[in-house]
Structures are given as C-alpha cells and as structure tokens.
C-alpha cells in the first residue's frame, strides 16, 4: 500500500517529485485520457483570459492549457519547475517558481483562480495548508481544488504496481466528507462540488459515458475525479 505521509514530510515530496521529474511529462502522456478529462473540466470552471495561480503545477502543462492572461505556477520540487520554465519560456505570461507556500509571508495579489491539482493527497497537514491559503489568496478568488476518488486507492495502488501510472510517492487520502469538513474549517464555503469520469480509459464509449455518468444520481460517487469550487466564507 503506499507510504503514508506525515509531519515534516515536505522534504520527502520534494525528492519524490525532483526524482521523477525526467519523466513526469512520459506518464502525463501515458495517461493521457485522464489528462484529456480533467483538463476539459478546468476549461469549464475557469474564465477566459482569468489570472490563475497554479499550486503544485508540476511541469506547468494545466496552467499553460487555460490560457490565463496571467499565470503563475507553483512547485515545491525545483527540478519540475525547472522543467516548465524549459518548456514555456517563449511566453512572458506564464511563470513559475519554486516556493513552500506554508513559509511564504505575503499575501498574493490579482489572481482570480487558484488551481490545486492532486494536491491534497501530499500535504503533511492539509488543513494547515488550507488555512495558509485562505489567508494568502485574494478574497474574491476562486479555489479549485480536485483529487482522485479515495474509493480508487486500490485501483491505483495496483496499476502503479503495474508500470500503468506515475509513481505517487508519500500520499494519504482523505475521505470527501473529511476533505470538506477541512474545507470549512479552513474559513471557506463549498460553492460547487462534483464529480467526473467513470471510465478512465479511452475505450469504445467512454468519451460518452463520462460526459453523461454524472447526471444519473447512483452512478456519479463512483466518478474518479472529485473536484470543489471553493469561495471564502465571509461569515468567518
């Protein structure tokens, strides 16, 4: 089963995620129907031409896929952001930085979205980290935040046994009703949640199943990808 995370584990994350870097754009393209999905999903939650902060942003494809007017990315292992500055410096609106956003002091300014992508499932102290967010982000900007359905572990656990997915490294998945009750905790409000893809295959079909699974109440807990649109809770 995999390593279980724990606190000061950041330093373990990091040389997880610089050691796989080399090849972390090989297994985004082995997957990428995953990709395919998840990225589509993003594109109809996030505006056009939106100022977006990318956390944990890896070789910086998903940033570059929405087409901010501004975005940053970023990454606490150097070597995927080294690997994304490569990749996209031809485009002056897109940066990316290495930084533990849980020493960071200054409050961001501007961006519109914060995109947090199989985040949660690394972090030592999730709600620690929630909480760093809700204060370093503007007030009226969206959190996106997605992971993979926890009732996928053995799935996973197995295909990554199999050569089939990117080795996950230290991770522990929440429950949902866990990860929202953080949410809250945290100082904000759910104020869109759901799921989506049930086939994370391209087989003959899938590409209808998972644009229509979601719509029928039974199936849609099954869906792999999980997913909330966060806004502060003012109330707090």
């Known amino acids: ?49 939106a100022m977006i902060l990318d956390i944990g942003c890896g070789t910086g494809d998903m940033l570059a896929s929405l087409k901010p007017s501004f975005g940053l ?3 606490i292992s150097e070597r995927m952001i080294e690997r994304a500055n490569q990749k996209y410096a ?42 760093k967010i809700s204060f370093l982000a503007p007030k009226h900007a969206k959190i996106i935040v997605s992971v993979a359905n926890p009732l996928w572990e053995p799935i996973l656990w197995a295909a990554e046994k199999l050569g089939q997915k990117m080795p996950e490294g230290p991770h522990e998945r929440m429950s949902l009703a866990a990860t929202e ?11 869109k949640k759901g799921y989506r893809m049930l086939i994370p295959r391209n087989i003959w079909g899938a590409d209808w199943i998972n644009k229509n699974f979601y719509k029928i109440r039974i199936l849609v807990p099954l869906g792999f990808i999980a997913y909330w649109v966060l806004e502060r809770d003012e109330r707090r």
């Open 1 to 49: 089963m995999p390593a279980k995370i724990s606190n000061g584990i950041e330093d373990a994350v990091a040389r997880h995620f610089n050691a796989i870097a080399r090849d972390y754009d090989f297994w985004k393209k082995k997957n990428y129907f995953y990709q395919k999905n998840l990225r589509e999903l993003l594109q109809a939650l996030v505006p056009a031409d």
């Open 73 to 75: 990315g970023i990454d």
């Open 90 to 131: 031809g485009r002056a609106h897109i940066s990316f930085a290495t930084e533990n956003l849980l020493s960071r002091t200054a409050p961001f300014e501007n961006f519109d979205v914060v995109i947090m992508i199989d985040v949660l499932e690394h972090l030592a102290d999730p709600a620690k980290f929630l909480e």
């Open 181 to 191: 009750s953080i949410f809250r905790q945290s100082g904000f409000r759910i104020a």
